[in-house]
């Protein structure tokens, strides 16, 4: 090892208190050992975790929709649990259609080497809105934004929902939905038409300029022209 | 296939004996002599076939042989579009810009499975094939090619450049088809024809 | 963890380092002996200028983005004040089609996926599934994976090298590193068949065995490997235009790190230890002799001194997997997931309903779910996988470590000159393919 770096032991906190980890072996299917954080969910938000699965050795807590917020800022600051850092933020949608969509939320907790899976469930037939945990990690940023433009669920206090992936005039619909024809809802050459006619790459969108601030340094007359849509940046 | 031995006319008469040497070819052989051993390349690179041209440009296979070292990232002078790796629909729009903004003489070369048909993404995101988009004069296959099926595919581009004709016209001729011309095929027609058929995406027999 | 100041040697002769540890940009000039001093007097610095600020493009088609990423910067002058990325521009709906394969088809994709890095995504896919279909791999299996994931971190890393180098202006450490990556590639199609999409592994073993001979050549190669590395090592890491362009750009603190959800050497160059590898084990990584870098600063100069250490423990854990490596079966004795031997299949009646079931329905996992992260050369790469019981997934979600890692490039330009923006750029390591999907 070069001298410019000390060598170092993984995981900083809990040094030496805790076994060091090793591969998971012979892993059970079902009731494996829960993570010791699903009993202290339950213990500081009785009414709000709806049910605790152990499946192939990884805990799921369930919890309520509307206090997904509270319950992840919990995790996170707790100095006991100290979940500081969010792996994932996705979406399950089954192929029984009248099965909820589940929104998962995968942390970590580096001090503690723990791994914890969030999930609630969004029934189908009412509007799909999850509270953002933005708030609390900053990384929730793309992924969220991503498992809005892919199924379109809502993350209520997120600072900028748009489209990621597929660009913003995207007209037909949520890719990853089950209803979604793998090959999109329109024809191929309808699909080249209207991106063609679209040329994303080509224009700085309205919400982009009013979000660089630019927008209100444009002049009266050049804001009228974006409006009236425009291709500006050619 | 592989490399075949047809004789290229030579086109090159050195006078015997002179003591004011001279040459005479035709303007044709020369000018297509000339942009064939030096076509720069505009590598339009998105995905694994782009790691594989990275590899055909770097020290072992070298590109340079072929005169093409001089990357030209931008359009405006390039030659070649080498579209290296799959072309979503968001991308579509830009390629054909790029393919707007070079200059005539111009060829295409679509490297890879992914962007001569689309490849193993028979799906919503991504066009099936750049000939939808801009016209393609040699398609590389492979997943990704090899550095070596790339330069065969470079080798035959070049063999096309140097059958051009000055005076044919035509081939520069950049049309959006007519809707009137009895060429035209209706975008609905495409479709049907261009419908998959026994794909993977029907293995659905059982099992689901 | 704490932010500490560094010394950094520098060989090629400056007039000293900046407050922020940089080599100082002072203008040179001659004086009468000849020798070369700084210009007295100092050249005036620009008046201030009161300007508007402007709206710049860079992308999706450009040199220096790795790809198609198009980052829209508003300029004051040449200091950026706000990045907006854009992506997407090769979303390719790896998630969706995953939904209609099953699970040994999914494992081509994974390919196509992080394409820089295909061996590890082959095996951290395999990984996920078998602990979804509650599968123990053989002895052989896992240290034929551990070679397979540190080869796919070097081929990976040696990329990111060549091309980091030629984003900040140095063409020769590519040709030199990739002729080290052809090399690797060489022993790749000699055990698989593919040099770039390997499609190396199969849910319950390897798509094949290494072939007779396939050590020695390893061997061979982690023997000569490292000089190459030294000499990269000597062009580039006291070179003061290297040195110059890179320290202090792009610094992310420790808990701003976390907080951004980086991993990989993003995260490790900010000074937190988090390694999957180290934390979370697989493929018994905690039975190997190696050590985490960890970086001080968190800039892109640490960035590059933690991944070209990164190598050099990717060789060492290469060297001690060659030399355990043990005999015995690749694939697990498993007929929902093995194929039988083509001999046994057709003489055999079981071995035959195994293959016709096999062949036609798939395997099918019990109903549960799976999230399996390894460490990948950008960062923690999860699959998680969800079964209904059925032979295709439900949901097949990858965690591209680079996406996150990206996220936060707003975060880490603004500030910095646009030219910087190229080099802050180069040292997050991304690939579109993983990023876009």
């Known amino acids: 090892m070069s001298d410019t770096f000390l060598p170092v032991v993984a995981g900083h906190a809990e040094d030496g208190r805790v076994a060091p980890p090793s591969t998971p072996r012979n892993v059970p299917y079902q009731n494996g050992a829960p993570n010791p954080s699903a009993e202290a969910l339950r213990a500081q938000f009785a009414d709000a975790v709806q049910r605790v699965d152990v499946v192939w050795g990884e805990t799921t807590v369930f919890v309520d929709r509307a206090r997904v917020l509270e319950i992840v800022r919990w995790l996170h600051d707790d100095p006991t649990q100290q979940y500081d850092y969010l792996s994932d933020v996705t979406a399950v949608e089954y192929r029984d259609l009248d099965r909820p969509i589940e929104v998962v939320w995968h942390l970590r907790s580096l001090p503690h080497r723990r791994f914890l899976r969030l999930k609630t469930l969004l029934p189908k037939g009412q509007p799909l809105a999850v509270p953002s945990v933005w708030d609390v990690y900053k990384g929730a940023d793309w992924l969220e934004r991503e498992c809005y433009d892919m199924f379109g669920i809502r993350f209520e206090g997120h600072p900028d929902l748009r489209r990621l992936l597929m660009w913003e005039q995207y007209k037909e619909g949520y890719p990853l939905r089950k209803d979604f024809p793998l090959r999109g809802r329109f024809s191929r050459s309808e699909q080249l038409r209207q991106i063609l006619a679209q040329n994303p790459e080509a224009k700085y969108s309205m919400e982009e300029l009013t979000v660089l601030e630019a927008f209100d340094e444009l002049s009266l007359e050049q804001r009228n022209r974006l409006r009236s849509g425009e291709k500006v940046g050619e | ?208 | 963890m704490a932010t500490t100041t560094r010394t950094i040697e520098v060989e090629l002769s400056t007039t000293g380092l900046d407050a922020q540890g940089r080599p100082q940009r002072v203008p040179l000039a001659t004086d009468e002996a000849g020798n070369l001093v700084p210009m007295t007097p100092a050249p005036a610095l620009e008046p201030e200028l009161e300007g508007e600020h402007m709206l710049i493009n860079i992308g999706p088609q450009h040199p220096a983005t790795h790809g198609v990423l198009r980052l829209v910067l508003e300029l004051d002058g040449e200091t950026v004040v706000r990045c907006v990325p854009h992506i997407g521009y090769l979303h390719c709906g790896f998630e969706k089609i995953g939904e209609y394969r099953q699970y040994n088809q999914i494992i081509p994709w994974t390919d196509r996926e992080d394409y820089l890095n295909s061996p590890g995504n082959n095996v951290a896919f395999a990984l996920g599934a078998e602990r979804l279909f509650g599968i123990e791999i053989t002895e052989r299996c896992t240290v034929l994976r551990v070679i397979a994931m540190e080869l796919s971190r070097l081929i990976s890393h040696c990329v990111w090298l060549g091309t980091f180098c030629i984003d900040i202006g140095a063409f020769t450490p590519f040709l030199w590193i990739f002729q080290q990556r052809e090399r690797v590639y060489t022993m790749l199609e000699s055990w698989i068949g593919a040099r770039l999409t390997t499609t190396l592994t199969r849910v319950g073993g390897m798509g094949a065995d290494i072939p007779d001979g396939w050590t020695e050549d390893l061997a061979n190669f982690i023997r000569t490997f490292p000089a190459v590395l030294d000499e990269c090592n000597t062009m580039l890491t006291k070179n003061a235009i290297w040195v110059g362009r890179t320290v202090g750009l792009g610094a992310m603190s420790a808990d701003e790190a976390i907080n951004y959800g980086l991993s990989g050497p993003m995260l490790r160059a900010s000074g937190v230890a988090y390694d999957v590898r180290k934390d979370f084990p697989y493929l018994d990584y905690e039975t190997y002799d190696f050590d985490v870098p960890v970086g001080q600063t968190g800039d892109v100069y640490d960035r590059f001194l933690v991944r070209m250490e990164e190598m050099r423990q990717s060789i060492r854990i290469l060297d001690q997997a060659l030399k355990r490596l043990p005999d015995g079966p690749v694939n697990v004795d498993d007929h929902r997931v093995i194929l039988p031997p083509k001999s046994k299949a057709t003489s055999d009646m079981e071995s035959m309903i195994h293959h016709f079931k096999q062949v036609m329905e798939g395997p099918r996992p019990p109903i549960g779910e799976a999230y399996v992260a390894v460490e990948s050369p950008k960062g923690e790469k999860g699959y998680y996988m969800v079964s209904d019981g059925t032979s295709k997934p439900v949901r097949w979600r990858i965690r591209p470590p680079s996406f996150v890692n990206l996220s936060a490039i707003p975060k880490m330009v603004e500030g910095h000159l646009l030219s910087d923006v190229i080099a802050i750029n180069a040292s997050i390591d991304i690939v579109m393919g993983e990023i876009d999907r």
């Open chain 2, 1 to 208: 296939m592989g490399l075949d031995t047809r004789r290229v006319e030579t086109g090159v008469d050195v006078s015997p004996s002179s003591s004011e040497s001279w040459v005479t070819t035709r303007l044709d052989f020369l000018v297509n002599w000339g942009r064939a051993n030096s076509l720069w390349p505009m590598p339009f690179g998105t995905a694994c076939c782009a790691i594989e041209f990275m590899a055909t440009a770097a020290s072992k296979f070298d590109l340079a042989r072929f005169g093409m070292e001089r990357m030209s990232f931008s359009p405006r002078q390039a030659d070649v579009l080498i579209c290296a790796g799959r072309v979503p629909f968001k991308l579509a729009p830009v390629i054909r810009r790029i393919w707007q903004q070079m200059p005539q003489p111009k060829w295409c070369i679509s490297m890879g499975a992914c962007a001569s048909s689309g490849g193993m993404f028979d799906n919503y995101a991504v066009v099936q094939g750049i000939d939808t988009i801009i016209p393609v004069d040699v398609y590389v296959p492979g997943c990704p090619p090899r550095p070596e099926g790339l330069m065969y595919g470079i080798m035959m581009l070049q063999e096309k450049v140097k059958k051009e004709r000055m005076a044919d016209k035509s081939l520069r001729n950049e049309m959006e088809p007519d809707p009137q011309s009895q060429l035209y095929i209706p975008p609905s027609l495409i479709d049907e024809v261009s419908e998959p058929f026994g794909n993977a995406v029907h293995q659905t027999r059982s099992g689901l």
